[in-house]
Structure formats: structure tokens, C-alpha cells
């Protein structure tokens, strides 16, 4: 059996390969597995489950690191932001892989070719939670961006006025919305019958192509918003370095605050936005062609499903390394609370650490012994000069 992408007539064939199918032939069957076992589809699963793994050993420990006592330097909105941000790469993560590993298990052990043929209802089952974390991702941003916003406002009496309860309220928010939202885009094409090929939207990405550039415009507004709530904070500094006596000890604590943080999501933020955007662009690419090209040929546009994917996992894997690796303060956070993880490095001639206590023990014991043979020395050099004078006394 040829497993390569090759486009091949097929004018019996459903005219959307992405729709319900609710009396399908064994075309159909045929068709369903020729996608599935596609060289291109089984590497980019592959790939796939290697990521997932990657992503959640990564951020597994980034979610430690934000709970752990050295992280309570940092404010407790940030961390709260973060950590939400971090589940929803985690729980893509982790859906990715059980649906990649499923469907590669299939692929391999299947030998009917209607097997392939999935229940659109067990594909919602199967992608639907995927979405749920690819939609409270992208929302956390905005949500970093509208928390500093408030904090930048209000910096006057934010610490004092019940600051947690904005950020659990914008997280609960975040998550709230993501929630509609994958509810919507699944409800509105979910329909009894089987799909050819399950896609990560169900039935085909044009219905999620309006929310998602939607929210990506909106994620490159408040990426936006944090330059300039940067900016605003640096100046209102200056102000309060010129005009010390006018700002409170609390103010200028909060101006601090304000910079670091913004120094920290902006980063994360810029990771976001670009997977994002490319997440937004292969979606179109696919809708385009698809609407384009007959359904005959449709099939080969299916890696651009999995392309999506693939670039979900790869945030779960660059979101918390690129935190840490380009903010001096977390990346120091993460070396109090995991020790383990950062070994430093010892260059030709440094003290290895296992010595380093027994070379101090050995150098205390050297100054030590000089010390007190200057003194025997001191004391011999004092009683020949006292002998001295005492001889020309009696002369």
C-alpha cells in the first residue's frame, strides 16, 4: 500500500472530506485511511508526542517553581497569570499526546480500513479539550496585559485595595470565556455521522477561523499595551526620582513592581503572539485551499490540521524555558527552588563544590599557623630586645 500523500481522483468520494458522512461506502473507508496512514501525517504524530513530553517536563517544573516560597518575591497576580497560562500548555499538552497516541496505535495496528472512519461525536470528545487549552492560552495574554493595566492605574492604592481578587477574577475570567468559546465553535458544526478525518475543529477550521483572528488581534493589542504600560511606568519613575517627597514608599514599591513584571511578560508574551499568529496563518492557508480545490484533493491539506498541533506542543516547550532563560529574576527563582536542575559549571582551576568547604577548613588552618608562629616570632624578637637593653643597663 502506497502511504504518500500522492493526489489521486477520487469522484466518488464525499465532496468535503472534513464533513459528516452519515452512510459512509467503503470509498469512504479507503479514503479515511489513506489520510491517516500518510508518511507526513504519521511523522508530524510523532513529532508531536516527542514535543508533548517535552512541553510537559518543562512546565510541570515552571508551575513548582511558581509555587515555591522563592517565588513569593514576585507579585501574587503575576504568578497566579503565569501558572494559568502554564495549566493551559500543560493540559494541551497532555490531550495532544493521549490523541496523537491513540490515533498512531490505530494507524498502526488497524488493518480494516473502516476502522479509520471516526464517530463525529468521539472526535469532539478527542479534540474538543485540545481547543479548551488552546483558547485559554491565547486568553491569558490578554489577561496579563488587562491585570498590569489595572495595576498601572491604580498604582497609587493597588496593594492595599484587594489586589488578589482582580487577579483571581481575571483568571476565572480567562478561563470562563475559553469555555464558551470551545462550546460555540464545536456546537455550531458538530452533527451526527462519521468524519473522514478528525480534524482539531471538528468538522472543518473556517468555523474557528473568525474567533481565532478575533483573539489574535486582541493578543497583539494587549502584547502592544505592554510596551506602552512599560513605558508609562518607566516614566512615572523618573517623575518619582525627581519628585521623591511627593510619592509614598508604597507608590514607588508599586512603580518597581510594575517594571519588573512588565519585564517578565513581555518575553512570554512575544512567544505567545508569534505561535499564535503562525498557529492563525496555517489556519487560513488550510481554509483557503479547501474552499478552493475540489474535495477530491482535500485530503492532502490535513497536515496543515496536525501542523497546528505540532505547534501547540512546541509552546508547551518554549513558553516556560524562554521565561526563565530571558528574566534574570525568574531565571534566579528557578535556581533557589531547583537546585538539581541548575548545576553550575566549574571552569579549569575552580574549587569543585564538594571541596569547596574542606579547601576553606584547610585555609583557616593555614592563617591559622601563621599567625601564631608571627606571634612565637614577636614574642622571641621582644624578649632578645629586652635582653639587649637590660645588658647595657648594667654596663
Known amino acids: 500500500m502506497d502511504n504518500s500523500m500522492s493526489i489521486a481522483p477520487r469522484n466518488d468520494v464525499s465532496s468535503n472530506p472534513l464533513s459528516s458522512i452519515v452512510n459512509f461506502t467503503i470509498t469512504d473507508c479507503e479514503f479515511a485511511k489513506e489520510m491517516s496512514t500518510s508518511s507526513i501525517i504519521v511523522a508530524l504524530r510523532v513529532a508531536q508526542l516527542v514535543l508533548c513530553?517535552?512541553?510537559?517536563?518543562?512546565?510541570?517544573?515552571?508551575?513548582?517553581?511558581?509555587?515555591?516560597?522563592?517565588?513569593?518575591?514576585?507579585?501574587?497576580?503575576v504568578r497566579l497569570s503565569l501558572i494559568s497560562l502554564t495549566v493551559g500548555a500543560v493540559f494541551a499538552c497532555f490531550q495532544l499526546f493521549i490523541s496523537a497516541f491513540y490515533t498512531l496505535m490505530q494507524t498502526l495496528i488497524s488493518e480494516d480500513a473502516c476502522d479509520f472512519m471516526v464517530d463525529s461525536y468521539v472526535c469532539a470528545l478527542i479534540r474538543s479539550p485540545i481547543l479548551f487549552a488552546i483558547y485559554s492560552t491565547i486568553l491569558g495574554s490578554m489577561v496579563l496585559a488587562a491585570e498590569r493595566a489595572i495595576a498601572t492605574i491604580h498604582f497609587k492604592t493597588y496593594e492595599s485595595h484587594g489586589s488578589v481578587y482582580v487577579g483571581i477574577t481575571l483568571v476565572l475570567f480567562q478561563w470562563l470565556i475559553a469555555l464558551g468559546l470551545?462550546?460555540?465553535?464545536?456546537?455550531?458544526?458538530?452533527?451526527p455521522g462519521h468524519v473522514l478525518y478528525c480534524s482539531i475543529y471538528?468538522?472543518?477550521?473556517?468555523?474557528?477561523?473568525?474567533?481565532?483572528?478575533?483573539?489574535?488581534?486582541?493578543?497583539?493589542?494587549?502584547?502592544?499595551?505592554?510596551?506602552?504600560?512599560?513605558?508609562?511606568?518607566?516614566?512615572?519613575?523618573?517623575?518619582?526620582?525627581?519628585?521623591?517627597?511627593?510619592?509614598?514608599?508604597?507608590?514607588?514599591?508599586?512603580?518597581?513592581?510594575?517594571?519588573?513584571?512588565?519585564?517578565?511578560?513581555i518575553p512570554t508574551m512575544t512567544v505567545h503572539a508569534v505561535l499564535s499568529i503562525l498557529c492563525l496563518i496555517a489556519l487560513f492557508?488550510?481554509?483557503?485551499?479547501?474552499?478552493?480545490?475540489?474535495?477530491?484533493?482535500?485530503?492532502?491539506?490535513?497536515?496543515?490540521?496536525?501542523?497546528?498541533?505540532?505547534?501547540?506542543s512546541m509552546y508547551g516547550c518554549v513558553?516556560?524555558?524562554?521565561?526563565?532563560?530571558?528574566?534574570?529574576?525568574?531565571?534566579?527563582?528557578?535556581?533557589?527552588?531547583?537546585?538539581?536542575?541548575?548545576?553550575?559549571?566549574?571552569?579549569?582551576?575552580d574549587v569543585p563544590?564538594?571541596?569547596?568547604?574542606?579547601?576553606l577548613n584547610e585555609r583557616g588552618r593555614g592563617e591559622a599557623h601563621r599567625t601564631r608562629t608571627s606571634k612565637q616570632e614577636t614574642e622571641r624578637d621582644s624578649d632578645t630586645h629586652f635582653g639587649l637593653l637590660s645588658e647595657m643597663w648594667q654596663k
Open 202 to 265: 471538528i468538522s472543518h477550521p473556517r468555523s474557528a477561523i473568525y474567533s481565532i483572528t478575533m483573539i489574535s488581534v486582541m493578543e497583539t493589542v494587549a502584547l502592544l499595551l505592554s510596551f506602552v504600560l512599560l513605558k508609562i511606568n518607566q516614566r512615572k519613575r523618573v517623575s518619582e526620582f525627581i519628585n521623591n517627597s511627593l510619592h509614598s514608599l508604597t507608590e514607588r514599591y508599586q512603580l518597581q513592581e510594575n517594571i519588573r513584571m512588565m519585564q517578565i511578560l
Open 353 to 359: 563544590a564538594d571541596d569547596e568547604q574542606t579547601a
Open 53 to 77: 513530553l517535552m512541553g510537559f517536563f518543562s512546565s510541570v517544573p515552571f508551575i513548582y517553581v511558581l509555587c515555591s516560597q522563592t517565588a513569593h518575591q514576585l507579585h501574587v497576580n
Open 285 to 312: 492557508i488550510f481554509a483557503f485551499f479547501d474552499n478552493a480545490l475540489d474535495g477530491r484533493y482535500a485530503y492532502g491539506l490535513a497536515p496543515f490540521s496536525e501542523l497546528i498541533l505540532l505547534l501547540i
Open 182 to 191: 470551545t462550546v460555540f465553535v464545536v456546537g455550531i458544526r458538530l452533527s
Open 319 to 349: 513558553f516556560p524555558l524562554f521565561a526563565v532563560t530571558r528574566n534574570a529574576q525568574l531565571r534566579q527563582i528557578a535556581r533557589r527552588a531547583l537546585p538539581a536542575v541548575f548545576v553550575k559549571v566549574h571552569k579549569p582551576g
